[in-house]
Nanobody, 119 residues
Framework: QVQLVESGGGLVQAGGSLRLSCVAS????????MGWYRQAPGKQRDLVAI???????DYEDSVKGRFTISRDNAKNTVYLQMNSLKPEDTAVYYC?????????????WGQGTQVTVSS
C-alpha cells in the first residue's frame, strides 16, 4: 500500500507564492509519474502539472510560466512551486502518483490541501 501526504497549502494574497509538497511512503516499486491536480468548488478535478520518470513535464496552460513541478526521487517527493498566484488558482490541490508493478500501473491520490488566493 502507498500513502501520500501533502503539505504547503494555505491562504495567500494575489501575486504571492506557495510551495506544495507530497511525500509518498509505503511499498513503492517504481514511480512512473507524479502529478498535481486541482478541484475548485463545483468543478471537476483537472491536471495542473505532471512529471514522468523520464523527466518529461507538462503543465496546464493557465499555469505555464508561473508554476514549476519538480521531484526528488531519493525522497519519493514531488513539489509544486506556485508563483504569481491568482484568485482563480483557488482550489483543493491533490497529488497523484502512478506506480508500476508487474506490468501494471496503479494510481494513488493524496488527501488534498487547500489553496486560497485572495484578491
Amino acid at each position: 500500500q502507498v500513502q501520500l501526504v501533502e503539505s504547503g497549502g494555505g491562504l495567500v494574497q494575489a501575486g504571492g507564492s506557495l510551495r506544495l509538497s507530497c511525500v509518498a511512503s509505503g511499498t513503492i516499486f517504481r514511480i512512473r509519474s507524479m502529478g498535481w491536480y486541482r478541484q475548485a468548488p463545483g468543478k471537476q478535478r483537472d491536471l495542473v502539472a505532471i512529471i514522468t520518470d523520464g523527466s518529461s513535464i507538462d503543465y496546464e496552460d493557465s499555469v505555464k510560466g508561473r508554476f514549476t513541478i519538480s521531484r526528488d526521487n531519493a525522497k519519493n517527493t514531488v513539489y509544486l512551486q506556485m508563483n504569481s498566484l491568482k484568485p482563480e488558482d483557488t482550489a483543493v490541490y491533490y497529488c497523484k502518483i502512478g506506480v508500476s508493478h508487474l506490468g501494471r500501473t496503479y494510481d494513488y491520490w493524496g488527501q488534498g490541501t487547500q489553496v486560497t488566493v485572495s484578491s
